[in-house]
């Protein structure tokens, strides 16, 4: 067992929130057309605000603090959000598109002891990624600050959003990473939008298209052992945790809401009105979330993918039922490895519905 | 004998989890966890505390070892720390302003 795995197992015992989400903004420069949130400032947090939450979260126990957005460089002040959060010692990551990364704030990032920074980037060809940014110009300057920030011996990673629109350039991303030198990571998950909204679901990748992925061993590493049928889930997998998501991490929004998970959008409480601690240890939404073994979900626990499968409650919930399965993790299950989920049996499929079509909600259980 | 001063890097997150102590590097992601004694070296490594009271003053009253033990294990503490650039060692105190421990 891994020192971290021990320290995550830890957290869990003595229900510490060990890792944070925070979207310090919402606000973008780009546009992505699969991207879950609206880019208005509904009333974001002020700088003394998002400080005294940095704080409770250093009392509650936090490690690993991940700065998101939107887009987290149009907030002025975000700088000063850094240096304040290195000051409580946190291990802080930040994501951000990277536009507005010039030589400064790279060696700002670097002198404030940032161990991360993770770039969106969709393709390798400017037309492509530029035409899903909306952003002309976006992958250069990206590229440029990945550069800088290089120079400055900050770990990147590029983390590439697979979709149809740039399928088939997903290996020349991957080249570009290895180019200039950084991680790269490759998601098919495009989640609904924050306001339930599934429309861009229509922008995944058709799910035939996914085993050429799940059987790229520059990806996925062992391929056999990757896209093997599962093994028979033991008891210890059923009395298991579905995944992290408000046992040892959550997410807060740019208005102070708190989450299980920035893809789990059901509110447990304001820090505006309550103390982290507070909402953390006494919100029903919480208990709720914290409740459910693999054996209680009402699909999912006579599944054989049950132990390996991607399920994400959040995407279930968003899907009608915290307890449900989430459609776009059975696909993935399927496409992996061939073995139709439990939830595609009952629904009477030997092949996922097209994205965006399948309306798990309406099962019979 | 030459006294040894320790002081904990700006290059790194730390937390207490569980009595135990989790270190990371900013510079290499290099992961720590310390235990009991030297999560006590750790909070006191404050630059201008030399090792030796360190370890008179928070170990050997409150872990039952010998001074001989605790030095022992001590030096080999700081010793693989600063290998990693997490821990500071210099025979002379440190200026302030080391981060603060949590």
């Keep these: 067992m891994s020192l971290l795995h021990e320290m995550n197992e830890k957290a869990l015992t003595y229900g510490v929130p060990l890792s944070v989400h925070i979207d310090v903004t919402y606000r973008c420069n780009e546009r992505c057309g699969h991207c879950y949130l609206d880019h208005d400032d509904h009333g974001e947090m002020t700088t003394v605000e998002i400080k005294k939450i940095l704080d409770q979260l250093a009392a509650a126990g936090t490690f690993f603090l991940t700065l998101s957005g939107g887009e987290v460089f149009l907030r002025r002040d975000f700088l000063e959000l850094v240096a304040y959060a290195r000051k409580l010692l946190f291990n802080v990551k930040v994501k951000t598109n990277a536009v507005m990364i010039r030589e400064f704030e790279a060696q700002e990032l670097r002198r404030l002891g940032v161990e991360q920074v993770q770039i969106s980037i969709y393709s390798h060809r400017a037309e492509v990624h530029d035409g899903i940014t909306r952003l002309p110009g976006s992958l250069a300057k990206s590229i440029r600050a990945i550069r800088f920030l290089k120079e400055q011996r900050i770990k990147v990673t590029i983390a590439n959003v697979l979709m149809k629109d740039n399928f088939e350039d997903y290996k020349g991303t991957q080249a570009l990473a290895a180019e200039l030198g950084v991680h790269y990571t490759l998601d098919p998950t495009v989640t609904p939008k924050m306001d339930g909204d599934r429309s861009v679901l229509g922008l995944r990748v058709l799910g035939d298209s996914l085993p050429t992925v799940f059987h790229d061993e520059s990806l996925v590493g062992d391929v056999a052992a990757y896209c093997a049928p599962p093994p028979a889930p033991g008891e210890d997998i059923l009395d298991g945790y579905p995944c992290s998501a408000g046992h040892t991490s959550c997410y807060i929004t740019p208005y102070a809401e708190v989450f299980p998970c920035v893809q789990f959008p059901i509110v447990c409480g304001n820090l505006r009105e309550e103390k982290f601690e507070d909402v953390w240890r006494n919100a029903p939404q919480f208990h709720e979330v914290r409740g459910i073994r693999a054996r209680d979900l009402t699909t999912c626990s006579g599944c054989g993918h049950v132990g390996t499968c991607s399920r994400c409650p959040g995407l279930a919930y968003m899907e009608g039922d915290m307890r449900g399965p989430s459609t776009a993790d059975c696909e993935k299950s399927f496409y992996r490895t061939g073995i139709p989920s439990e939830n595609m049996r009952r629904l009477g499929l030997s092949a996922p519905l097209p994205a965006g079509l399948v309306q798990i909600a309406s099962a019979p259980a | ?102």
Aim: charged share 20%.
């Design chain 2, 1 to 102: 004998m030459t006294a040894t001063y320790i002081a904990r890097s700006s290059a790194i997150a730390s937390r207490v989890l569980g009595g135990e102590t989790m270190v990371m590097s900013v510079a290499d992601s290099t992961f720590f966890t310390l235990n009991e004694v030297a999560s006590a070296i750790w909070q006191a490594a404050d630059g201008v505390t030399p090792l030796d009271e360190i370890v008179a003053r928070h170990v050997c009253p409150e872990f039952d070892v010998t001074p001989e033990d605790a030095w022992t294990d001590a030096n080999e503490f700081v010793r693989e720390l600063s290998t990693h650039g997490i821990l500071l060692v210099s025979d002379q105190p440190f200026a302030p302003a080391t981060p603060e421990a949590r």
